[in-house]
């Protein structure tokens, strides 16, 4: 009977069958290895039809990816059909190109393992911003031997495939050779198959609408809607679907700009400005200042919400300073972290602001206090080229740059560079060399909780948490312990104001399709004799670090930027992006979030990670944030645009 049917139908008919299930198969096996890789203890206690529900969409999704796959291969394989008694080129040909597309679907589900883990987010365009450090990154990825494990199933997976296409186009070769299907009756056959791949690609028999990631939103919990998602989907889709639109001014650019003024505190009648002077007929106090960026560093590994408590150093130095416990980074990259802290600018959605917002310089403090004569400088554990660091820094007034390059080779661990106590170490050697008579501006950016983690053995703490992040975490921890005890001894310490912050989170939590986890980053604020230890609970973000450090200076400058001091002024609510989902949260405890690639809105309360979506029951709330949060980003980026967009 099974012979009959294949004897039936054309040769390429069987065998693109046989190529989609093979592709689809692989797909659905990645799906049920990401759901047992990824899922926790919270996860367990989702119900059964849920998940079974998110898997029963994936099959959507795999049919979508799978097809799209075949597109070529299928029409290669029906030339082959038609020609095959003239030549077999279009059958090596379509073996080589179905091969590749399997390869490059199987090195999507292998990449995004360890994306996810990173970002709690399927594989997609933003992998790209990083293109311009090839080499650097390939240093990141290959350098974490955790990584290996998916790099092996990856060439397991593709020499898998290899064998299995050889042997199923090895069989097309003697089905052409059995088959006796006229060419009438073959092209009626491709002809009558295009309708099952346009519905195979558009993956839903609706006329309104393709299949789209919002689909995948079938539940409250994270984990749970990304399980129904393709990561080739969401790649190939932002890829290819999503482009990037030329900047057009809003029409409506006043009134977001109003928004702006509004939020910032401006009362003085309408300008197309923010700016303002700040403090205006003050006596300036020449602080040294100190701006140590912490790579990843969450406030739930310093135990939020009953999370593991992972810093005891760093919780010590909390205890000495002012501490804000709801404070935000404007994205969930590095580059995020130091252009919003430095330039005093939210993070736009898809933009890299280190190498792009290079026209002229951001009123900085560093620009700022070198025009009152300090001596200004940045450190980095790596390659200070690397996301354009060193050029955006070094123009926007940070004079001398040091780095690991200005360390022996032998000190450098890993892609990440020398180890957090030694960028420390140098900073205290090239700061005791300084001319003493005048002030100082040191930012610090650490490396060493960034995979590939890599902790020294030379010296005399020993981690123990069972993971390798973690360790990282307590190494870097225990570095800035001995920072901070160091810092002590200097003749320099009581007349310096150190600033603690994170460049961004880490996705721990999987309450929300926006991690919070990843955003809300501690503030530290430490001045020997001035600042009494206190805990704010105010809402703040990143571009107040200027505004702030130039109040505690009494620092008179106009004022250009999204941020206020945060000592004498409260936002109603903050914002940040990442990649394609904004978010704010309110002094009242609301976090509004939209996933734009999703189409999918969520209004929670947060303070107690409060799993309950109010969205609905009080949209008017929700509609208010959303429309300010948009406005307040649409005014910073017209300025950006207007004044600081170099490309």
Request: charged share 15%; aromatic share 16%; with cysteine.
């Amino acid at each position: 009977m099974l012979k009959k049917v294949t004897l039936f139908f054309p040769a390429f008919i069987i065998t693109f069958l046989k190529l989609f299930l093979l592709q689809f198969g692989i797909l659905t096996i990645c799906r049920i290895c990401f759901y047992f890789c990824f899922k926790t203890i919270d996860n367990n206690a989702i119900d059964g039809a849920t998940i079974l529900k998110a898997f029963k969409m994936g099959l959507e999704f795999d049919m979508v990816a799978s097809t799209y796959a075949l597109f070529l291969p299928t029409l290669l394989l029906f030339l082959t059909q038609l020609f095959y008694k003239k030549t077999l080129a279009f059958h090596k040909i379509s073996f080589v190109v179905t091969l590749l597309i399997f390869c490059i679907y199987a090195l999507v589900s292998a990449a995004d393992f360890p994306y996810y883990k990173q970002f709690n987010s399927h594989l997609n365009k933003q992998a790209f911003l990083w293109a311009a450090s090839p080499s650097f990154v390939l240093k990141l990825i290959f350098g974490n031997i955790s990584y290996y494990g998916y790099l092996l199933i990856f060439i397991l997976m593709c020499v898998l495939i290899y064998k299995i296409l050889k042997k199923v186009f090895k069989t097309h070769i003697l089905l052409l050779h059995q088959n006796t299907c006229k060419v009438f009756k073959t092209s009626i056959c491709f002809v009558l198959l295009i309708p099952f791949l346009i519905f195979g690609a558009r993956g839903r028999i609706s006329g309104k609408s393709t299949t789209h990631e919002g689909l995948a939103i079938i539940s409250d919990n994270l984990f749970i809607n990304q399980i129904a998602l393709n990561p080739n989907f969401t790649f190939f889709r932002s890829v290819l679907f999503q482009k990037t639109k030329n900047y057009i001014v809003p029409a409506n650019i006043d009134e977001c700009i109003a928004t702006a003024r509004n939020y910032l505190g401006i009362l003085s009648p309408y300008q197309k400005n923010i700016n303002r002077v700040e403090n205006k007929d003050s006596v300036f106090k020449p602080y040294n200042v100190v701006i140590i960026c912490m790579e990843s560093m969450s406030t739930y590994k310093m135990g939020a919400n009953g999370t593991e408590v992972l810093t005891p150093n760093f919780n010590n130095i909390v205890k000495e300073s002012v501490y804000f416990d709801r404070f935000f980074s404007s994205g969930i990259h590095t580059f995020n972290g130091l252009f919003s802290t430095a330039s005093g600018y939210p993070s736009m959605l898809v933009e890299h602001g280190l190498r792009r917002y290079t026209k002229k310089p951001f009123i900085t403090l560093g620009n700022l206090l070198e025009q009152q004569n300090y001596q200004t400088f940045f450190y980095c554990t790596h390659d200070p080229h690397f996301d354009n660091m060193q050029g955006f820094f070094t123009q926007n007034g940070y004079k001398k740059i040091f780095s690991s390059d200005n360390l022996p080779k032998e000190k450098t661990l890993s892609a990440t560079g020398v180890p957090d106590h030694e960028l420390y170490n140098l900073f205290f050697n090239t700061t005791n060399k300084t001319d003493s008579s005048t002030p100082f501006l040191s930012f610090i950016m650490t490396g060493s909780d960034h995979g590939p983690w890599a902790i020294p053995k030379n010296i005399p703490f020993k981690p123990t948490a069972t993971t390798e992040e973690k360790r990282a975490t307590q190494y870097a921890d225990w570095a800035l312990g001995q920072f901070m005890q160091t810092a002590k001894k200097q003749s320099w310490y009581n007349n310096t104001l150190f600033v603690f912050l994170g460049d961004h989170g880490y996705a721990t939590d999987g309450c929300y399709e926006m991690p919070l986890s990843f955003h809300n980053i501690p503030l530290v604020l430490h001045k020997p004799n001035t600042l009494l230890p206190n805990t704010n609970h105010n809402v703040g973000y990143q571009p107040d670090i200027i505004s702030t450090v130039a109040g505690l200076l009494n620092l008179q400058f106009t004022n250009t930027t999204f941020g206020i001091n945060i000592l004498k002024q409260k936002h109603p609510f903050v914002y940040f992006s990442a990649d394609d989902k904004i978010g704010c949260v309110t002094n009242d405890g609301f976090f509004f979030y939209e996933l734009i690639t999703q189409k999918t809105k969520r209004l929670k309360q947060f303070w107690d990670l409060n799993p309950q979506d109010y969205y609905i029951r009080n949209k008017p709330k929700a509609d208010s944030l959303e429309k300010q949060t948009k406005q307040l980003l649409n005014a910073a980026e017209y300025f950006i645009r207007k004044d600081y967009y170099s490309y």
